[in-house]
Every structure is written in C-alpha cells, then in structure tokens.
C-alpha cells in the first residue's frame, strides 16, 4: 500500500522560504513523483515534478527559479524548496507518485498525498 505524507507547510510572509517533504512508503518505483497545489477557487496544478532515480525536473514556468525539487533516495522522500514566495502561492501542495499522464505536470498520477498548506502574507 502507497502511502504519501506531506509536511513543512505553513505560513511565511512575501519573499521568505520554506521547505516541503513528502515521504513515500510502499513505493519504489522510478517514475516521475509530482508537487501540485491548488487554491481556493481554483483547479490543482502542477508545480514541479523529478524522476525518481534519474536527474530530469519540470516546473511550471509560474515557479521556474524559485522552486527546486529534490529526492532523496534513502529516505524515499522528495522536497520542494521553495523561495521568494509570492502571496500567489498560497495554496494547499500536494505530492503525487507514479505518473501515467501525457506530461509529469498533468495530473494523471495513481497516488496522492493529503496536502500540506502553505500561507503567504503580503
């Protein structure tokens, strides 16, 4: 069984840092693991996505330069850095695992986590 668990969330104000990990359990295969968030209001959308294993990452031009996805393979935990926050960002991030969508940033993955929130001020 799968498991997804995200935390680092929380609230910071414009222009600060914080630091997402999802930790995977049950789950080892060297697919593309995924970070996707969504606001109130609005649709989730992909933010950043890694293969597992490999060195490729994708980001949504929205964060390109701010955030940076990570793994660390011992752990089975992925991270998202991310920097220079905008009050844009807000929103709950989820992690995801096992791509089978057309893109890694689509959102055709068999597992997801149940989301971390993230809050920036102005």
């Known amino acids: 069984q799968v498991q997804l668990v995200e935390s680092g969330g929380g609230s910071v104000q414009a222009g600060g840092s914080l630091r997402l990990s999802c930790a995977a359990s049950?789950?080892?295969?060297?697919?593309?693991m995924g970070w996707f968030r969504q606001a109130p209001g609005k649709e989730r959308e992909g933010v950043a996505a890694i293969l597992i294993g490999g060195v490729t990452s994708i980001y949504a031009d929205s964060v390109k330069g701010r955030f940076t996805m990570s793994q660390d393979n011992a752990k089975n935990t992925v991270y998202l850095q991310m920097n220079s926050l905008k009050p844009e960002d807000t929103a709950m991030y989820y992690c995801a695992a096992d791509s089978r969508g057309d893109s890694p940033l689509s959102l055709g993955y068999a597992y997801w986590g149940h989301g971390t929130q993230v809050t920036v001020s102005p």
């Open positions: 049950g789950y080892t295969d060297r697919k593309f």
